[in-house]
């Protein structure tokens, strides 16, 4: 069984036990869990011909719910700036700092 989740305006396909990276987000230092709210869709249960449910925008009453691991950081990118003939070189980087999130259960 997966779902389809929408987090900060891109869509993450999940399943149980998934480790997926998702945007950082101001958390109070004792939170554990995170819940998110827009589903997009459900598949069927596995083994079952049931039906996939899909949202229009959003499924109500179904929710994802995942454990915070770790707050971390990206890959460095790195921003070059470059005139030719003008001496202007301007090199600069940036680490886009993430959630790393496990998937714990996925609800109808």
């Given at each position: 069984?997966?779902?389809?989740?929408?987090?900060?305006?891109?869509?993450?396909?999940?399943c149980?036990?998934?480790?997926?990276?998702?945007?950082?987000?101001?958390?109070?230092?004792?939170?554990?869990?995170?819940?998110?709210?827009?589903?997009?869709?459900?598949?069927?249960k596995?083994?079952?011909?049931?039906?996939?449910?899909?949202?229009q925008?959003?499924?109500?009453?179904?929710?994802?719910?995942?454990?915070?691991?770790?707050?971390?950081?990206?890959?460095?990118?790195?921003?070059i700036?470059?005139?030719?003939?003008?001496?202007?070189?301007?090199?600069?980087?940036?680490?886009?700092?993430?959630?790393?999130?496990?998937?714990?259960?996925?609800?109808?």
């Amino acid at each position: 069984m997966y779902a389809v989740i929408e987090d900060s305006g891109s869509q993450i396909k999940v399943c149980e036990g998934d480790v997926i990276r998702v945007a950082i987000r101001d958390l109070p230092s004792d939170t554990a869990t995170i819940t998110f709210d827009k589903i997009l869709m459900i598949s069927g249960k596995e083994g079952t011909k049931a039906k996939p449910q899909i949202g229009q925008p959003f499924i109500k009453d179904a929710k994802v719910t995942a454990d915070v691991l770790t707050e971390a950081k990206g890959d460095k990118v790195t921003i070059i700036k470059f005139k030719r003939r003008k001496t202007y070189k301007r090199k600069s980087g940036h680490r886009q700092p993430y959630l790393k999130v496990q998937i714990t259960s996925i609800q109808a």
